[in-house]
């Protein structure tokens, strides 16, 4: 079993939170997203403010029967939809943010802007928690949205987003898996080179606690059997907390494929941002926006944050 906690678990953390957040939401214009917020709300995890068409995001509530008592709305239209719901955290008014009906594009460029933007100096990421009952693993995955084509120090910059939010989540030292398609170090697929040198910095400690180990595949990095089977051992073979991957292509592609083929909740959170943002896709159902509201919150509630909005 893994130690990282369930999504049920991660709920009843956020039902006995002392006070509701306040959470900007880029494109709510949206019944998921509305349906999601009242939930959120009635729980008493957040206070929500809408940003998007007032009067579109009043009808669609009105469509789906949603009560928009506590919820704020900032009406913008097109561009200044993903920059108001930003200046909101800048502003002190929001402590996080939220991706809603809006492209990631359009998002990302108000977050990076460099005078209005949530910028902090590190690699901007997307880690995802994934939970698959049937093996009673649960695992974190990055980066599922960002960065296309990382650096050795921006995969470095990535794993420590992954290791920070496990340790937002619980676990401490958490095993860390530095993904390729082969175990074995091939000049040939330089990913290989990157996993190894990868896990050599991490082991070194100083801020960083984990264990990590590269390159590993996936059936390695997941399974127990394939480590016996492959006579390859280590702490982290089938037990991983953690899976960085090599680039945009690989980590997207493994975590579609889970989430629309396996049996297993889901969320999704943008670390290296001055503030936590609620990040999956715009396909997402209402219980995939609360799975990764509930993530968003445990790393917002973490004391070990250093910013606070």
């Not at 068409?53 to 789906?64: C, F, L, T």
């Not at 091939?186 to 991490?202: K, S």
Request: charged letters at 20%.
């Amino acid at each position: 079993m893994s130690g990282l906690p369930s999504f049920e678990r991660l709920f009843g953390v956020a039902d006995a939170r002392g006070d509701a957040a306040t959470l900007a939401v880029a494109g709510g214009d949206d019944p998921t997203v509305i349906e999601a917020m009242a939930r959120a709300r009635d729980r008493g995890w957040i206070r929500p403010i809408l940003v998007g068409p007032e009067h579109r995001i009043r009808q669609v509530a009105a469509d789906i029967g949603i009560d928009m008592a506590g919820m704020q709305i900032v009406h913008a239209e097109g561009g200044d939809v993903a920059s108001s719901a930003v200046s909101l955290v800048r502003s002190g008014r929001a402590r996080a943010l939220m991706k809603g009906q809006i492209a990631t594009a359009s998002l990302m460029r108000a977050v990076l802007d460099a005078s209005s933007g949530l910028r902090t100096g590190r690699v901007i990421c997307q880690v995802a928690l994934v939970e698959i009952p049937r093996d009673g693993r649960r695992f974190l995955l990055a980066d599922t949205g960002i960065t296309i084509r990382p650096d050795l120090e921006q995969k470095i910059g990535i794993a420590t987003s992954a290791i920070d939010v496990s340790r937002a989540l619980g676990v401490a030292s958490p095993r860390v898996a530095i993904m390729a398609a082969s175990e074995s170090i091939n000049p040939a697929m330089p990913e290989t080179i990157d996993a190894r040198d990868i896990a050599g910095r991490l082991n070194e400690g100083g801020e960083i606690s984990c264990e990590a180990q590269g390159p590993l595949s996936f059936d390695l990095a997941y399974a127990d059997d394939a480590g016996a089977q492959k006579q390859i051992g280590g702490s982290v073979v089938g037990k991983a907390d953690a899976m960085i991957f090599p680039d945009l292509n690989s980590a997207n592609l493994t975590v579609k494929a889970i989430m629309y083929t396996a049996d297993c909740h889901f969320g999704g959170i943008l670390m290296g941002c001055s503030c936590p943002v609620v990040f999956m896709s715009r396909a997402d159902d209402v219980s995939t926006r609360m799975n990764s509201l509930a993530l968003t919150l445990a790393v917002l509630d973490d004391p070990r944050r250093k910013t606070s909005n």
